[in-house]
């Protein structure tokens, strides 16, 4: 198994960089669960989530499996049951659980994940240290891999918690908390037509669907310079903006009618407060912060009511590519996306990054010239390409360093449950 | 809620006693679970099974709700939310979790559970030291209710860990357990058609559903002198049993189809031989144990395909109701049936009690005369009165003093996860 | 194909009669029919009801497979299809269109069905005009299935008719139709406990579920000596009836709640005015009429708000086994159940027959030593023998002749499309 | 309701033209289902396809309410209630039936329907005739419209008559048709990147989605000369391309399992044969007919077994546009895909129009600076440009005046009830 992934590893950083960055990831997805219990580790509250000990050896099954079984010699698994329990969706692998009972697995237990989490690392710290054949894109692979679960390990545990009814939290909110500075009001900002590149460029990780870098004509358009506000959608909602069937594409208002939505996810009104559901519980929504939990339905649907459309994705990264990686990451603690600073220069957007997932109007597909890896890495990304919208910028569950301006998350158009957000966009 | 449930308690037991069967009925709940996992006790399998955490958060509640709510002047519920959460079906107590969702409750955690069990246990034995004005009837009413969850945990929780790829055992099986004695050759046994009485009669607790004693004539009819065994039970499949749609009831063979069924619940066949999962684990099917998990549909298709029938229940009740309460309960701790001892006398039939619950032919419906108690705890039994079908005599995973020759179970025909076995009958 | 159904024609009448019957009957079914467009005989409203153009065809291919077939030496079926189509369940015939489907029988036209009916209609008179051997029981069978499908025929029309937005009418009201009678205030009629007899007895077609005769043993009761009142069932919905889940089975709450009810089939409220659709288009709640289109779950939960029950279908029959065939029927042409005339004699419950059938407590099960007919017709009704309710007496949509005391039909609790309403009984 | 459609008729066209084409697009469409009989037109055999009855109303009501009932002072509808019967998805217009109970409408019946029709007609006549405020672009669109609707007619009836067992033929094939002639071995043609204009230029009639032509950047590609075959797909099944998940996207395996697809919808296999069901009934599959009835999941299996990937709709367009509109279209009266004939001339792609739909990778989405009509008109394309995959091209379904090579069909992903086939494209 040779994954084609494009990575600077093999260029310019040495092995010890790679195994530092093995250690910092495993342990990140350690620390973010080391409060949970076993009973929080093991439930299940709808089949796109999945328990957080599912994700706990998933992603250690993830580096068995491509890194070990091929590399070291004589390899023995730690469990002979285990590639069934925690293969997410690879084919060529073989088979495994319905995604959708991963809640049933009582056994093993969380006590059981950890100690398979400690073979392996023990197993790739060898590996890392004295396997000379190792393919180390593999490695950096799992790595951002398992960065991507740490997100999902916060986004499916959020949404078992709010179904719970006690509607515990995750984490409590640190009370030093800083007060939310006031959102400015969006500007839009001009984009010139042209022919542009997008995709990945050059140096560092990226996944394969970021390549191959390309040529795109883009017509002028104009992107708002920050993320639409909770307040702003609040104000949609005060507009009988989920009644109006004008708003809506048809499958979005059949997606209203068949839940019942009335408000984001998470989201719900006591008397005239809307209150909603956090990671460090229940709490006020904060107009200044940005709207978040909403399908691409809503999103469209917004867009329309404000005038104006979702960016495509050429561009989002057209706007975004000379950008820093700012904005409020996992790193923060904050676990939910905050206010907008005040713009320090004009003319450039803000909250590109981290906060929220911003949706596109981009159907996720190949690049022009795209090809996925050969055999089972190749199931990674290219299998999904249909019927999902691409979102760019990452939230505030992402690690900071996962996040780039070419990277392409995407989710089915009525997905709620990741941090997904807004940023409107306009024609010239 | 006064509930006018027939108990011998008013008569002629103690409070002391009372007290004893209370302490006693706890503990064993307590001992039944004591080494299961967290993860075990949240998970939920299917929306008719609940998780062990649930059961043992119920039948607290069940106490805190009819027996200190009530008598204890102040008395303050542990916790605010737990009516919410672990009410079960009493429409008049107030609205509660859907049944399908009990395995979403990360929280309250096990120990949480735990601590709430402790909490109604100081107060209740406060209360039965010293409160006058008691309903010791609904204090004997929640321990028999007890009793009926502990045999649910045990078909739950084998449900639950049959689903999980791993089958992992409940419990070990003890390595000194006798060999299986061979199930002598079915006798029927005739009774002659007359006038009886059937119902609970006189002394000791017994369900509302029992009363009142009421006459009824019955036919002349036959019954086996024990269950039909899994030897028998392999010969109706190798015989098509499950491909004959002149065996069933036109929705047992639409339930055939929906659900592919090919054997009992648990069976699966391994080349030639039938295995099982059972709460020690997977193994052999022993052609001399009784046959075990089929449905009413199986049981019934079965008798057909034997030449007989199923018996209706006060034909059932005429025969055991002289008899001793002997079998195989869940304190022989087999927690599986256990092949029929050779008749000690002729013309008796025997494992009428424990070891599998025979599904009867009658519907579950409300004796001549029946009144359901006042008050939310009417709901007890009476609303189920419909679409179920009778099962008598009790199983394996019942505690021995909660039998006896009235008694009424009762689940829906094509349930198949209790300990649910046939016993044939016929016209004279 | 020899059924052993119990019918008197062996015995007392000769082939004339049958022969009279069968034409009678035949052109019965095609007077209901005439007037029906193409469009009409088409459409399926939904799985339990079925196309008009199916009826016309499934009752000739049951005298074609049932007598024609196995009596006519070479006999070939009218086309080759045909059994595949019209075959409603019988799978020791063979397969057939799903039931659901029979909506999608495009082809065959109206037309060529009624070419069918004509075809088997001439070799039936062929048949009994010369065939010694044949089975005449069997042809009475079919009589008397046809004339059940007569009934069908305008339950599902009706059901199809009503789901159309344009409420259009099957038949026109006569406009010189009586006034509604005022119905009386119930009394309920007391009958003493006692060892009886019920099941067909002697002369006469019988279904062979109505036999044996055989004893029962009935403890005193009270019947209503009319079926309750729409108005009555207005009460009951004024009163809360569906709001309150203590007068519901937990079965029939959980429908109301799945079905959204808030009233009887086809009852919509205007206003302040209760309208329903008939088959003589929509027109006003008559208060006086039978409830009717209700469900078992309602009778039930209506009759405990009534402080009442319903009856067993025993205690029906043995106050019904006495009394003449009167009521409305279709030969009345009403095609709808119409207000209960005031007693002529004191303590003799009236509209026992026609009108609405009356939904019994009973569980339709066999009778005590019933055995089915041998081969394919031993499944017209002994494989439905679980799952479904006893009705009694018949309704406006029944032919007077089809009718007697110990008839038995059975519905689905949940089943609202049949002409069904409620008596009252009482313990005594 | 004034429609922003680009259309030349306020330019070139004078309104004896814009009469001349209603005749012909109402006369075709009568003349299409001239030979049905009311039981065909009357049923619906899944939620996706309407009765030809239904198609017929719709048609004319939507002259009816986009032309008549503005334009015509005091104008009354032909029936009060037909808006609500025939107003297929416009949430502007009001509310309707839902779209999988068309099938339900036994009434009006045809003849009824034929009225309605004629009504229309003539009032349409007079408008043309006499209104000077007419809009004209709305009426041509009406007339494009029906046309949309004489395919899905085609499409729909021929699911219909599928679905009865008889499988009868909508119209017999002519014994006189060509034999079918040898395609040619399939040819990819090279076409050089760069920036091109698509979308619809100038003259003519257009749908609104077609707008506005702009500017967009192709990278170098090949387009294959001719659709797939037929006996190709038979190549792909023998190689078990049904079986191999490596071969399809993540959505298409699941729908394989979902619906057990083995292969194109309406072929069975006999033996060795495969048949198929067509319009003129039951036939063999003809290896060099194209490929029909295929998903898009399909389509994008079948190319990427075969090397190769399914084409963007720019890519199409760039190598349609300056071909002439040939092929087989509805008039030809086969009403089934026919072989391609070979070329004529080298490097030229030969049936892009007519035959078979051909699915494109791109996502159905607007084009850079679209603008959706104002009013009810506005949700005739753009509320559904989300979740499908663009078609182009025709079918022999297609009236040939229907198509050009801007033209973009679109459906859902899993649809394969259009003749919906494969051309394959590669990159350079």
Same mark, same amino acid.
């Given at each position: 198994?040779?994954?084609?992934?494009?990575?600077?590893?093999?260029?310019?950083?040495?092995?010890? +960089?790679?195994?530092?960055?093995?250690?910092?990831?495993?342990?990140?997805?350690?620390?973010?669960?080391?409060?949970?219990?076993?009973?929080?580790?093991?439930?299940?509250?709808?089949?796109?989530?999945?328990?957080?000990?599912?994700?706990?050896?998933?992603?250690?099954?993830?580096?068995?499996?491509?890194? =070990?079984?091929?590399?070291?010699?004589?390899?023995?698994?730690?469990?002979?049951?285990?590639?069934?329990?925690?293969?997410?969706?690879?084919?060529?692998?073989?088979?495994?659980?319905?995604?959708?009972?991963?809640?049933?697995?009582?056994?093993?237990?969380?006590?059981?994940?950890?100690?398979?989490?400690?073979?392996?690392?023990?197993?790739? !710290?060898?590996?890392?240290?004295?396997?000379?054949?190792?393919?180390?894109?593999?490695?950096?692979?799992?790595?951002?891999?398992?960065?991507?679960?740490?997100?999902?390990?916060?986004?499916?545990?959020?949404?078992?918690?709010?179904?719970?009814?006690?509607?515990?939290?995750?984490?409590?909110?640190?009370?030093?908390?800083?007060?939310?500075?006031?959102?400015?009001?969006?500007?839009?900002?001009?984009?010139?037509?042209?022919?542009?590149?997008?995709?990945?460029?050059?140096?560092?990780?990226?996944?394969?669907?970021?390549?191959? !870098?390309?040529?795109?004509?883009?017509?002028?358009?104009?992107?708002?310079?920050?993320?639409?506000?909770?307040?702003?959608?609040?104000?949609?909602?005060?507009?009988?903006?989920?009644?109006?069937?004008?708003?809506?594409?048809? +499958?979005?208002?059949?997606?209203?009618?068949?839940?019942?939505?009335?408000?984001?996810?998470?989201?719900?009104?006591?008397?005239?407060?809307?209150?909603?559901?956090?990671?460090?519980? =229940?709490? +006020?929504?904060?107009?200044?912060?940005?709207?978040?939990?909403?399908?691409?339905?809503?999103?469209?649907?917004?867009?329309?009511?404000?005038?104006?459309? =979702?960016?495509?994705?050429?561009?989002? @990264?057209?706007?975004?590519? +000379?950008?820093?990686? @700012?904005?409020?990451?996992?790193?923060?603690?904050?676990?939910?996306?905050?206010?907008?600073?005040?713009?320090?220069?004009?003319?450039?957007?803000?909250?590109?990054?981290?906060?929220?997932?911003?949706?596109?109007?981009?159907?996720?597909?190949?690049?022009?010239?795209?090809?996925?890896?050969?055999?089972?890495?190749?199931?990674?990304?290219?299998?999904?390409?249909?019927?999902?919208?691409?979102?760019?910028?990452?939230?505030?569950?992402?690690?900071?360093?996962?996040?780039?301006?070419?990277?392409?998350?995407?989710?089915?158009?009525?997905?709620?449950?990741?941090?997904?957000?807004?940023?409107?966009?306009?024609?010239?």
């Amino acid at each position: 198994v040779r994954a084609r992934i494009r990575s600077s590893t093999d260029v310019d950083r040495d092995r010890r +960089d790679l195994a530092a960055l093995y250690e910092r990831t495993r342990s990140a997805t350690e620390q973010l669960c080391a409060a949970l219990s076993p009973e929080v580790c093991t439930a299940q509250s709808m089949p796109e989530a999945s328990p957080v000990k599912w994700h706990l050896a998933h992603t250690s099954w993830f580096f068995e499996t491509f890194v =070990l079984a091929p590399h070291v010699p004589g390899y023995q698994p730690f469990h002979p049951d285990f590639g069934y329990l925690f293969n997410s969706y690879y084919n060529a692998i073989g088979e495994r659980i319905a995604r959708a009972e991963r809640g049933l697995l009582a056994r093993p237990t969380l006590e059981e994940v950890m100690s398979y989490r400690r073979h392996v690392d023990e197993r790739m !710290r060898e590996c890392l240290a004295r396997t000379r054949a190792l393919d180390d894109a593999v490695v950096e692979l799992g790595c951002h891999h398992e960065q991507q679960h740490q997100e999902l390990i916060l986004t499916d545990v959020k949404h078992l918690l709010s179904r719970d009814p006690l509607q515990p939290a995750f984490r409590a909110r640190e009370a030093a908390r800083r007060a939310a500075r006031p959102a400015a009001r969006a500007e839009f900002i001009a984009y010139d037509e042209g022919l542009h590149e997008i995709g990945h460029a050059g140096e560092g990780f990226a996944f394969d669907n970021e390549s191959p !870098r390309h040529r795109v004509f883009v017509h002028a358009f104009e992107l708002a310079d920050r993320p639409v506000t909770a307040g702003e959608f609040v104000e949609f909602i005060t507009d009988h903006g989920y009644e109006r069937p004008e708003l809506w594409l048809s +499958d979005g208002w059949d997606a209203v009618a068949l839940h019942g939505w009335r408000a984001p996810l998470y989201w719900e009104k006591d008397g005239d407060r809307w209150m909603q559901f956090t990671l460090a519980g =229940l709490r +006020d929504v904060d107009p200044d912060e940005p709207a978040c939990h909403v399908s691409y339905y809503e999103a469209d649907a917004f867009a329309r009511w404000a005038g104006a459309r =979702l960016p495509r994705e050429a561009e989002w @990264e057209i706007a975004a590519r +000379d950008l820093p990686i @700012e904005g409020h990451f996992v790193e923060s603690g904050e676990l939910h996306p905050c206010a907008t600073e005040a713009a320090s220069e004009r003319d450039r957007p803000r909250a590109m990054f981290g906060d929220v997932w911003e949706w596109t109007r981009s159907a996720y597909d190949a690049y022009p010239g795209y090809r996925p890896a050969e055999g089972a890495l190749g199931e990674y990304n290219g299998k999904f390409m249909v019927n999902q919208m691409v979102l760019r910028g990452g939230s505030c569950a992402s690690p900071r360093a996962h996040l780039r301006a070419s990277y392409r998350n995407f989710f089915h158009p009525h997905a709620r449950w990741q941090f997904s957000g807004i940023r409107l966009a306009r024609d010239a």
